[in-house]
């Protein structure tokens, strides 16, 4: 009998600690989007003489941290802090831009077990984005023309996901995402704005204390 109420229990304290990551009460410290770093040049081939010049080299970092705290039970709201810098450069111009978006999120898991779970999540953000284009001047190569941008930015992004606890904190997730992005003004300074779409897939992680 006692062996029996001794299983009982076990089995109770095991089912509760797979709830007890996403508790009401617990911070989530995370990554959604896992810091990133890309490297990239391509090429314009002559079709009838085969040969090839540089067109662009590309480097672009990011990074996207991310804090919340549950209000109850598996359901946590906070914000996320994006940051991105690229810089693109060919033979006759370089240019530079950052951006900044500030993104209050609400994220909800659905725990399957002790390690397994789902989750869904939808933020909403605003920020700013600068762009600095530098070109040889056509007159005279030695003075560069400059060309300055800046434009506001809004975001939504819908995710879902699975998530699996590598230890009793630390959750590693993959998640597919849906991402729209509006431009107040284009970089052709002609008043048109840009909206881009973007779906992706992400492996991030989150910590809960």
Request: aromatic share 16%; glycine share 6%.
């Amino acid at each position: 009998m006692k062996i029996k109420t001794l299983q009982l229990l076990f089995v109770v304290m095991t089912i509760t600690s797979s709830f007890a990551q996403t508790e009401k009460g617990k911070f989530l410290i995370g990554l959604n989007t896992p810091l990133s770093f890309s490297s990239s040049s391509s090429r314009i081939i002559n079709s009838s003489s085969g040969s090839s010049f540089e067109n662009d080299s590309t480097t672009s970092f990011s990074f996207s941290p991310q804090i919340g705290y549950s209000i109850i039970d598996n359901l946590f709201l906070g914000l996320d802090l994006s940051l991105s810098f690229s810089n693109s450069e060919n033979d006759v111009s370089e240019r530079n831009s950052t951006a900044f978006v500030v993104s209050p999120f609400v994220k909800y898991y659905y725990p399957v077990n002790n390690d397994f779970n789902f989750f869904g999540q939808f933020k909403y953000g605003v920020g700013r984005s600068s762009s600095k284009l530098e070109s040889i001047g056509f007159i005279d190569p030695s003075f560069p023309t400059v060309t300055e941008s800046e434009n506001n930015i809004e975001e939504l992004l819908l995710g879902v996901g699975v998530g699996y606890f590598v230890h009793e904190i630390l959750n590693i997730e993959l998640s597919i995402n849906y991402q729209n992005t509006f431009y107040d003004s284009f970089a052709n300074f002609s008043g048109d704005h840009l909206a881009i779409d973007t779906f992706s897939a992400s492996i991030g992680f989150s910590l809960f204390l």
